[in-house]
Each structure stands twice: as structure tokens, then as C-alpha cells.
Nanobody, 120 residues
Framework: QVQLVESGGGLVQPGGSLRLSCAAS????????MGWYRQAPGKQRELVAA???????NYADSVKGRFTISRDNAKNTVYLQMNSLKSEDTAVYYC??????????????WGQGTQVTVSS
């Protein structure tokens, strides 16, 4: 069993900031990579940002310069700092982790999702 617990979502005004957190727990060797995805109503789920265990990052073009992904490997936790939020950032945000279960098996896990609403 591997669980991803998300927190930090909520309602914020345009131009405001939120910080999302996702903590992984359970039985695994290590986490290869973690990322944040989002899905707005009527839209396909998209990658927002991702980070590998080595610290490499990538971002969707729509959030570059506004969002920052970071990690704390000791706590098995990934963060997403969201600044200068826009109404189009409104979505359910999902945490994803690629977890190394054994020396030869990797599995992907998803959090339950947290709602982010940007509105005045």
C-alpha cells in the first residue's frame, strides 16, 4: 500500500498564491519522480510540473514563471508553490508519484485530488 495525501487547496483571488503539499507513505524502496497534474471541467488532465529524485524539473508552458515545484526527499513530500494565480488555473490538482516497489518494479500512484479555485 502506497498513499499520497494532498493538502493546501482552496479558494484564492486572482493574483494570489497557494502552496500545495503531497506526502507519500507506505512500503517502497524509493520515489523516482513526483508531479502535479490538473483537470478542469471539460478538459483533459494535464501535467503541471514534475520533479525527479535527482532534482530535475519540468513545467507546463502555461505555468512557467509562476509555479515552482520542490521536494523534500527525507519527508517523501513534494510541494507546488503557485503565485500570480489566474482564473484559468482553476482545476482539481492531483499528485502523482512513480514509486520503486522492488528492485525490478515501478508503480504509479495518484492522490485523491485537491480543488483549487481562483475567483474574485
Amino acid at each position: 500500500q502506497v498513499q499520497l495525501v494532498e493538502s493546501g487547496g482552496g479558494l484564492v483571488q486572482p493574483g494570489g498564491s497557494l502552496r500545495l503539499s503531497c506526502a507519500a507513505s507506505g512500503s517502497f524502496y524509493s520515489i523516482n519522480a513526483m508531479g502535479w497534474y490538473r483537470q478542469a471541467p471539460g478538459k483533459q488532465r494535464e501535467l503541471v510540473a514534475a520533479i525527479t529524485s535527482g532534482g530535475s524539473t519540468n513545467y507546463a508552458d502555461s505555468v512557467k514563471g509562476r509555479f515552482t515545484i520542490s521536494r523534500d526527499n527525507a519527508k517523501n513530500t513534494v510541494y507546488l508553490q503557485m503565485n500570480s494565480l489566474k482564473s484559468e488555473d482553476t482545476a482539481v490538482y492531483y499528485c502523482n508519484a512513480q514509486v520503486r516497489r522492488t528492485t525490478y518494479r515501478n508503480d504509479n500512484y495518484w492522490g485523491q485530488g485537491t480543488q483549487v479555485t481562483v475567483s474574485s
